[in-house]
């Protein structure tokens, strides 16, 4: 059968219907009119008839993964994040062993250590939000949405996930998203299938060294090692240094995490009226979601945006050491919360942190989430145990933006709770200044986003890493350390769940190439 493509501009509810009967191949929902649409591209066989949506036409060719229980080679992947699940999957395709060290627990064990953050009741610094099978993405948010433009088969990677179990919305959805209650399943099935074709994972095996790695009770000798430790790693770079390792200082951001009612942002993006807002959930909001938005302003030379913004969502404790504040955001499956939250963050180059060492950017970050902890346990409170508590410093929008003290806070998403703190005050100048004034931007565009009615809670620190393994271009290897394949948000080459999991397929693939031509 020769197959074609159409493409639709629909209403909600004509694009809703579609999607019960035909084969969608790729959905965005347009909201920059007064009138909402949203463009469906469908398969259509060669008389332009739209393909049924339970057709039984494949839709992706899956993965055939093969036994490397005896496979002649064999590579060491440090992290079991995406980067280095899916570098693992695609070595197995390959019929190489992969052998996984992951400093944290697995899905199931992480969750508890994370529902005990979430009850104030001590952070793990092995087993949190950002550290364990599946890396930080798992448990804040799972969007599969990249800017990326780099080279390689991003839709292989939402096939993966979808093989593994996720929905099929993400093979055709232009934002794509999983949902932190759906994910830890999918991750535990790539887990068992690496397993069950011979693969290892090592969990609670934190790698402290490379010199002294050992793999499979000897000494390291040359086998190929996939760098994949994620953005927040801050021990493992500092070992890297150590070692010698070639690394450079590069841009990130840092900011805060704004909270607005759901509704009010509904109002806004999809320009509805007064009345329609009373009455959420509408059917409207049935059809499209809930409204998400994507901000950037310039504010002396520097950019501020949103960053990973979570509609319907939950703002979620996301540090990796005590004695430190650090927010995120994610959002369940059906994004159902009555909450919008997003990160405002202000771009930072190497030139703006102070100090000439490589690891400089670290340490900026480290002292910004040491500076929110201070300021969210200054004052004495019966509410709280100060000595574990993961109380973050918070500030009503437009107090923060005009300067002033907020009398109390509105009702927040954050579990372990939020504190009246004066982060105009507090907040470094090159960042607290610039979001005031992107905060302001925003208003102009969407009038009414500059409200009392939304909280920030501090700090968002951790949007990329703020350190690049310096790579050869061509042969993914550490420019210092041969063998050493960097990859991923922690190397400094992805931003995001899909990137690094691209990053990951793209070593684990250099890899074969080499291994194999031997």
Partial sequence: MQLQTLQYILSPQDAYSAEQQWRIVKRSVDARQRQLKVHLTVLADEQGKPIAKDAPIPLYTPPVFQDVRDAQHKVVIIGAGPAGLFA??????HGIKPIIYERGKEVSERKKDIALLNRNEGLNPESNYCFGEGGAGTFSDGKLFSRSKKRGNMQRVME???Y???PDTILYEAHAHIGSDKLPSIIKKMRECIIEHGGEIHFESRVDSLRELKVESLKFRGLPII???GHSAHDTYRMLAAEGVAME?????????????QALINKLMYHLKPSAVS?????LIQYVGNASYSLVTQVEGRGVYSFCMCPGGHIVPAGSARETCVVNGMSASHRNSPFANSGIVVQINPEDIPGDGVLRGLEYQEALEALAYREAH?????????QITSAAPAQRLRDFVEGRASKDLPACSYLPGIVCSRLDEWLLPFIGKRLQQGFRDFDKKYPGFLTNEAVIVGVESRSSSAVRIVRDAETMQSISTPHLYPCGEGAGYAGGITSSALDGINAALQISKELLSE
Avoid at 88 to 93: K, P, Q
Avoid at 378 to 386: E, I, T, V
């Fill in 88 to 93: 693992a999957l695609t070595l197995i395709e």
């Fill in 160 to 162: 993966l996930f979808h």
């Fill in 164 to 166: 593994f179990g996720a």
């Fill in 227 to 229: 760098l994949a430790i």
């Fill in 249 to 261: 200082t590069k841009g990130f951001a840092m900011g805060v995490r704004v909270e607005h009612p």
């Fill in 279 to 283: 009455r959420q959930p509408s059917e």
């Fill in 378 to 386: 200054q004052f004495q409170s019966s509410n709280f145990k100060l």
